[in-house]
């Protein structure tokens, strides 16, 4: 049980297009979604927390406008990079979170690889 | 502030011996620890968490962790490592709103 999907696992762009991933709880519902950002060789790095039903809550130094997160259902959540640039090339992990005996777990996505040319 | 530190950026060991990985923790309420691990290219697994009661954790493929109030720790260990074992280990806290704090990541790798 708790799994999350994402896709693409792998996105290759043009410069100036937007991207959308999408992060998807398969056996739980998940109030809470969480999206990451990692480089190589570097720990993850939080941008936003998506509550179904609400807008986004971004981590200091977030672009909202680049970085749109929409949390529609209890199950999904997309991450749209948008005017995408090279510099936005990375690892992007999703996680979805529910709460076991108190405490929050999170469960994390396999991650979508994006490419900016 | 809540953070996370892992000491080692990488530690080599070799197959069958054991292991340490070292977490440090800072935060100001009884914390909710996690050790993730992650192959290249890949998301991240949970190894093992600590919320609350027995101090030493089981977690899967063997490895355990002990969380110590007193050291601020919760130290990952396994007592003999494998080649499949090769990976990044990261450990992390569980701050408000169910937000991971996660430390800076500890590279292993394994010699034959």
């Not at chain 2, 620890?33 to 949970?46: R, T």
Request: proline fraction near 4%; glycine fraction near 10%; hydrophobic fraction near 35%.
């Amino acid at each position: 049980g708790a799994v999350v999907s994402q896709h693409p696992s792998r996105v290759i762009c043009k410069s100036g297009t937007s991207v959308k991933i999408e992060c998807r709880s398969l056996d739980f519902q998940a109030t809470t979604m969480f999206w990451y950002r990692q480089f190589p060789k570097q720990s993850l790095m939080l941008m936003a927390t998506s509550n179904e039903g609400s807008k986004a809550t971004y981590e200091q130094g977030v672009e909202k406008d680049k970085f749109l997160i929409n949390h529609a259902s209890l199950t999904l959540s997309t991450l749209t990079v948008t005017s995408a640039h090279p510099e936005d090339s990375s690892f992007y992990i999703c996680s979805a979170s529910t709460t076991l005996a108190g405490g929050y777990e999170q469960f994390f996505g396999p991650g979508t690889r994006l490419t900016v040319l | 502030a809540q953070s996370v530190t892992q000491p080692d950026i990488h530690i080599t060991v070799s197959e069958g011996a054991s292991l340490e990985l070292r977490c440090n923790y800072s935060y100001g309420a009884t914390p909710y620890l996690f050790w993730y691990v992650q192959s290249p290219g890949q998301g991240l697994q949970l190894l093992l968490k600590y919320f609350s009661g027995d101090t030493l954790v089981q977690g899967i493929k063997g490895f355990e962790a002990e969380f110590k109030r007193s050291q601020s720790s919760f130290n990952l260990r396994k007592p003999s490592v494998h080649w499949s074992d090769a990976a990044e280990y990261f450990c992390a806290v569980g701050g408000q709103g169910g937000k991971l704090i996660f430390g800076q990541g500890t590279e292993l790798s394994v010699k034959p």
